[in-house]
């Protein structure tokens, strides 16, 4: 018998509520040094996946929207760049209202628990993504990142009970 999703997954899962300003959410990526996570509801339902390059994406967008001058996401932080004073008043202003909901990707890939891991490493790669969640009745159960298939592979592909 093979080993699924439920084997490998990570249960205790970082995620963001749909509210959490963006400014919050890559501070907690930061502080836990991961690059996303699932956004989540009060009742454990996903609605969507916010990763680093969303938080660029997003800051793009609000920079052609508006009259700033060009300049990165991470001298736009107060904590992270001696240059955050050179960024005009009302972008933090805007940056502030823009939440995880705003900037996050509906489309998630996700198995449920008892999903093969060959499926798990298949939408990865067919995807081009990092972490595929897992769904149990529409709630999130855990998550798989390449990072645990590569542990596994280094274990000698048994992952330990």
Do not use: C
């Amino acid at each position: 018998m093979g080993y699924t999703a439920r084997d490998v997954m990570n249960s205790e899962v970082l995620s963001v509520s749909p509210e959490e300003p963006l400014l919050q959410v890559h501070r907690f990526f930061v502080d836990e040094e991961i690059t996303g996570a699932p956004v989540v509801d009060q009742d454990g339902r996903v609605l969507g996946v916010i990763s680093s390059a969303d938080l660029l994406r997003a800051v793009a967008e609000d920079h052609e929207a508006g009259s700033t001058s060009p300049t990165y996401f991470r001298e736009l932080l107060e904590f992270s760049g001696p240059d955050w004073g050179q960024v005009p008043d009302d972008f933090q202003d805007r940056l502030g209202q823009l939440t995880a909901a705003d900037a996050m990707t509906e489309q998630v890939v996700s198995v449920e628990p008892d999903a093969p891991l060959e499926e798990v490493a298949r939408l990865l790669r067919f995807h081009r993504i990092h972490r595929v969640l897992v769904q149990e009745e529409g709630r999130l159960a855990g998550i798989i990142t390449t990072f645990d298939l590569i542990g596994l592979l280094e274990k000698g592909g048994v992952p330990s009970r």
